[in-house]
């Protein structure tokens, strides 16, 4: 059976590239991003009453993993289990899947009424810039947050999370950015908290299974991510993150 499905909306958000994206929603809770409906769905009165929930599910399509010919693959290497081991597709969160459909769990911070329709302001949220959603459904604590759900082979995140500096150029340039961005140091700081980089380099692993690999990083590596209209350089170290500079795109 085949379903055709028509995007409701885009979701604009300050994550340009896949690199750096928070692995799962709400972990950089400052994250903004904001829903345009298209025309045909941009109607004030097909959100009434969304406003009285705090969190919303986004239903949404993963339009940078499509693969020609629909080809995918039954197992794949989820980077929780530092890429080297396989699981099959439907016990992962992988993009890469038979129907690339994605869905994130973010705050809703407020509705805006625009002469084109209404404009959803979010936070917390996990997704490319420029994708499109298929559907909104309110979050609702009393069913979808289950206390006696297992978490398989990815429990929560332990509490120790990289500490991040700056550069007195990026703070410099932070200071400057704020008032057309804001929350910019915070934003920025929870994304590089939950340390961006690859399992197998993260500070959690073993000196020795990193010596093991021939393609871990060096620490002097600088590193890039797209974010709003820049490019966040930074260099890490152990658990140890420091923001070099703002370079503009």
Same mark, same amino acid.
């Given at each position: 059976?085949?379903?055709?499905?028509?995007? +409701?909306?885009?979701?604009?958000?300050?994550?340009?590239? !896949?690199?750096?994206?928070?692995?799962?929603?709400?972990?950089?809770? #400052?994250?903004?991003?904001?829903?345009?409906?298209?025309?045909?769905?941009?109607?004030?009165?097909?959100?009434?009453?969304?406003?009285?929930?705090?969190?919303?599910?986004?239903?949404?399509?993963?339009?940078?993993?499509? !693969? !020609?010919?629909?080809?995918?693959?039954?197992?794949?290497? /989820?980077?929780?289990?530092?890429?080297?081991?396989?699981?099959?597709?439907?016990?992962?969160?992988?993009?890469?899947?038979?129907?690339?459909?994605?869905?994130?769990?973010?705050?809703?911070?407020?509705?805006?009424?625009?002469?084109?329709?209404?404009?959803?302001?979010?936070?917390?949220?996990?997704?490319?810039?420029?994708?499109?959603?298929?559907? +909104?459904?309110? *979050?609702?604590? *009393?069913?979808?947050?289950?206390? @006696?759900?297992?978490?398989?082979?990815? /429990?929560?995140?332990?509490?120790?999370?990289?500490?991040?500096?700056?550069?007195?150029?990026?703070? @410099?340039?932070?200071?400057?950015?704020?008032?057309?961005?804001?929350?910019?140091?915070?934003?920025?700081?929870?994304?590089?908290?939950?340390?961006?980089?690859?399992? *197998?380099?993260?500070?959690?692993?073993?000196?020795?299974?990193?010596?093991?690999?021939?393609?871990?990083?060096?620490?002097?590596?600088? *590193? #890039? +991510?797209?974010?709003?209209?820049?490019?966040?350089?930074?260099?890490?170290?152990?658990?140890?993150?420091?923001?070099?500079?703002?370079?503009?795109?």
């Amino acid at each position: 059976m085949e379903v055709h499905l028509e995007a +409701i909306g885009v979701i604009h958000t300050c994550f340009k590239e !896949k690199f750096g994206i928070p692995r799962q929603p709400n972990l950089a809770a #400052g994250a903004p991003g904001t829903l345009e409906f298209f025309p045909e769905f941009a109607r004030l009165e097909a959100v009434r009453g969304l406003e009285q929930f705090s969190h919303i599910w986004l239903i949404f399509v993963f339009h940078r993993a499509v !693969k !020609k010919g629909g080809k995918w693959s039954a197992m794949i290497r /989820p980077p929780r289990l530092g890429g080297n081991k396989k699981v099959g597709v439907f016990a992962s969160r992988s993009p890469f899947r038979p129907n690339p459909i994605g869905m994130s769990c973010v705050r809703l911070e407020g509705i805006e009424s625009t002469v084109k329709g209404p404009v959803l302001h979010l936070t917390g949220v996990d997704i490319l810039d420029q994708t499109p959603v298929l559907d +909104i459904k309110p *979050y609702l604590p *009393y069913s979808d947050r289950l206390d @006696t759900a297992w978490d398989g082979f990815a /429990p929560a995140p332990d509490n120790k999370r990289c500490q991040v500096s700056f550069s007195d150029t990026a703070a @410099t340039q932070i200071w400057e950015r704020e008032k057309a961005i804001p929350n910019l140091l915070l934003i920025i700081t929870q994304v590089l908290e939950n340390d961006p980089r690859p399992a *197998y380099c993260r500070a959690h692993f073993s000196n020795s299974q990193q010596e093991s690999r021939t393609d871990v990083p060096q620490e002097n590596r600088v *590193y #890039g +991510i797209r974010m709003f209209d820049f490019d966040l350089k930074w260099q890490a170290s152990g658990n140890k993150i420091r923001v070099l500079c703002l370079d503009p795109v």
